[in-house]
């Protein structure tokens, strides 16, 4: 078989060693040719590739971002796309496109596959929010990188006396905020799935206060909202892609903090930090995992699916179910790390 590959979409710790893992898989256990397509969907639309082989996959398994190039791009909003691809993928002769991304890019790989393509993906996000998955690689380096950093900056807080507020990434949900918080012991988490009481969170850090502690964590997810009318948002820009433009809201909080209350307030964005860098290796191992099944399941036919981990097991599942909505956090874990809210 003849299959292409693209990384779609943010990059994301991991990338390279699905890459890695698919290429090993088709050349050592299927003899099949492998190519792979040049930032994300862009390059299926406008033919630009590389070959890819064991030689040229040796090494990468630990290195961040992705060998291939990434974008936000999809056929369906660039001048004649979809035509263009499915040009692309006729001219190659591809028996199989094996997509990596997250949520934009597997919903267009869902709605190629529906135009004839012969597509298998593997779910790819620091957000942790692709459903029918209970975890996507990139997501446990993210929270190992935020969890570090809030541990760094306990040490400040306890010298200042201060709340030190860390902004970490999560556009709708909060994996990464609850992740992270948990594990870093902090005093209030902020996620995007419960808009937050600015009064309540203000009176809850004076309690900390009263009682001995007057250095607080709180992690603060990017998409974090508060209830309606009690906190004055200005609203954000949107990108060529209609996503709005985050990152900030741990300012915002914190300065109405530190009105209410008298607290001296710090802000820490941790931004692109998250996703850069160095795979854990549960994400190593995931990714290698999510890319042998990938092919496994190119080389059954098994079309229109994508790989998933379930209960430590990697499972098919239709891309129509795992793109249909976005995973919240449990309730039950949310539930946990109240327990230790300030």
Request: with cysteine.
């Amino acid at each position: 078989m003849h299959i292409g590959v693209l990384t779609g979409g943010g990059d994301c710790p991991g990338l390279n060693a699905v890459i890695r893992a698919i290429v090993r898989r088709a050349e050592a256990t299927y003899s099949d040719t492998v190519i792979g397509f040049h930032d994300g969907w862009r390059g299926v639309v406008e033919n630009s590739w590389r070959p890819l082989d064991m030689g040229s996959c040796r090494g990468i398994l630990s290195r961040g971002g992705t060998i291939l190039g990434t974008s936000r791009y999809t056929p369906f909003n660039l001048d004649n796309g979809v035509a263009r691809a499915l040009n692309t993928i006729q001219e190659l002769k591809l028996d199989a496109l094996v997509v990596i991304g997250g949520e934009g890019t597997l919903s267009c790989a869902c709605e190629m596959h529906t135009r004839g393509v012969g597509i298998v993906c593997v779910p790819k996000t620091i957000d942790n929010d692709i459903s029918c998955t209970e975890r996507t690689f990139g997501f446990d380096t993210a929270v190992n990188i935020a969890t570090d950093a809030i541990d760094r900056l306990r040490t400040t807080a306890e010298s200042h006396d201060r709340a030190i507020f860390v902004e970490v990434m999560g556009r709708n949900v909060g994996h990464i905020a609850t992740w992270a918080g948990i594990a870093g012991g902090v005093a209030y988490i902020l996620t995007p799935e419960t808009p937050f009481d600015i009064q309540e969170l203000s009176d809850a850090l004076l309690r900390r206060k009263s009682s001995g502690r007057h250095d607080s964590i709180v992690v603060v997810a990017e998409g974090a909202q508060p209830q309606p009318g009690t906190l004055e948002l200005t609203e954000p820009s949107v990108d060529v892609y209609g996503h709005k433009r985050l990152g900030g809201i741990a300012n915002v909080v914190a300065a109405e903090v530190e009105k209410r209350t008298g607290i001296e307030t710090r802000v820490t964005i941790l931004g692109h930090v998250q996703r850069g860098g160095t795979p854990t290796s549960f994400d190593r191992v995931l990714s290698t995992r999510f890319g042998v099944a990938a092919m496994d399941a190119v080389q059954a036919g098994c079309f229109g699916s994508m790989v998933a981990l379930q209960a430590n097991k990697i499972e098919l599942v239709t891309l129509r179910e795992a793109t249909a909505q976005l995973k919240p956090v449990d309730k039950d874990l949310l539930d946990v790390s109240r327990v230790f809210f300030a």
